[in-house]
């Protein structure tokens, strides 16, 4: 009787999670593999791929080493660019502001990130680009002011993307912040500023964690932020890898390009949990 | 400090403003504004291609959410079940789903679909009886299940967290009180996690909506919104994009606040 109705308990649970479970199989882990094939693979003349087993892409990778650099340099630049920026926001909703308001201004600055990035980063292509910020300039006697198509351009497209993404763990952090503590230190003599030192940073630093890791991940694939604002000069390895999909169609050195991105993403991943864990428990992040 | 957090917001929110504001607007010129007009509006929904990109994008963003939301919630009340080891697995490999750059899994998708074609076509024809063999292709399916992936993670995330919230006891109350686990499922359980399968869906249909990498890749030769938008960029930027940009922002910005009511009230019934 008891082994029956295990059975069919387990028959619910493996038809509950069937679905999912071929899903996960057949569009992640098997395009995966494939990837990782192709990734040893040669380029077949008309483009494409053809089977071999080489490391050729691999040794090939330094040629794209610009892309590579700017990624590697951008991401986790743009990431800090968002801290510094995201911290205070962030302070101030968990800690300074009305609580009466305190609902509408988390959801406007998380509104946002919900909204096409490709229609947020058009907006500053139209504002950077030469009928916007540099027309006005021109008409105060300031000419020939390129933005558009430069670092900067990419780095601000970046601080306005991902700011949302930043400040909402730190956000978290803070407000759970037990008020006693900043009491107490206040009680005990501390200054204000020897509070947040000791106090109020320290124990916000999980979610700074967090926000630093997840926008440095999604970065690390970013496309149309440099894509757009960036115009082909600034690119990323995102940008890298449509071009060898989708024009010079190299799908075998694409595809080594992709899977050394995902390494790179994983060691990202796996630095960032093991300060995560020295620093403290981990914490659930709210997108919504 | 509140000049700074003001101009944060202002930050945030005056590029959009900009766009909204310059859709109405009469004159072609994007440094002046000439008087209010909705000619760009009747421009933009009068051209078939950006019709027809639109339909795409809804039928896509409604057939991925529905599927995710239905599978997502299976694999959550599945997950519940499962032995620690399995579940670490399952963990991992939605993490994986969301975590990996959405370049990375349209890549890795079409990569796999082109490879699964190049064998099952020709095997279609050399069986099929007629002239014409069928052709499968990249199109609607592969965006669907590229769009799925990402979405059946963020879905099974968002009501395993709502689950884990809720507690065994009601579920435990329900069994002792003899109703058979399918009633205390309807009539317990589901109506508590249904607002944070709602918001999933939500979500999930904003985000395939929004999404452009990923279909840039699997999409074949079908265009949704984003790559219609994204093409129609870079051939210059007319008021006609700000129209269209001004629609897709209030689209999203309908569902993702729908999203956010309902995932309020969960939490202030779950006493938050």
Redesign the interface.
Known sequence: MRVATNTK?NL??????A???A??T???????I??LV?AFGERAPEG??QPAFTFVQFANLPTRAAAFWNTLMLAPAGALLCLI?AY??AY?LAV?ANPRYR?LLV??????F???????T??????L?S??IP??LSMIGIEDVRMLNTPGAVLLGIV?GY??LMIMPIYVSLEKLDRRLLEASADLGGKPVSTFLGVTLPLSLPGVMTGVALVT??L?????IPQ?LGGGKVFF??NA??DL??QSRN?PF??AI?VT??AV?VVV?MVAMRIAWKVAGTR?VDL? | ?RV??SS??L???A??V??VL?SFNAGR???EFTGFSLAWYGKALGNTFLVSALQNSLIIAFTSATLAA???T??A???E??GSRMRAL?DA??A??I???????G?????????VFSFVNPTIAALWPGDQPPQLGLGYGSII??H??FS?ALV?M?VK?RIASLGRDIVEASGDLYATPLTTFRLILLPQILPSIL?GFL?AF?FS??D??IA??VAGSKTTL?IY??AS?RRG?TPE??AI?TL??AA??L???T??VL??EKKSKSGE
Request: hydrophobic share 70%; proline share 5%.
């Open positions: 308990r619910i649970t493996a038809a509950l999670i679905p999912a479970a899903w996960l057949v569009f992640l882990v098997l395009p995966f494939a990837m192709f494409g791929y920026v205070p926001v101030y300074k609902l959801s406007l600055v998380v509104v946002p919900w909204t096409s990035l490709l229609v947020r058009y907006a500053w292509m139209y504002i680009g009928r916007g027309n006005l306005y700011l949302p991940i999604l690390l694939g970013e496309y149309l757009l390895i995102g890898l449509v999909f989708l799908w694409g595809s992709a991105l995902v993403v991943l659930q919504v | 400090m700074f957090i944060v917001y930050f945030l929110y590029p959009i900009l766009v310059f010129n994007a440094s239905v599978f997502g299976m694999a009340l599945g997950m079940r499962l399952f490999l939605f994986a789903a975590v990996v750059p959405g370049v990375v899994i890549i890795a998708t079409l990569v796999a679909l082109v490879a299940a590229a799925g992936l059946m099974t968002i967290a918001a979500l904003t909506f929004d452009f990498i840039f890749f984003p938008v994204f960029i930027v994009i700000n940009a897709v922002l999203s910005l569902l993702i606040l999203a956010r995932m309020r």
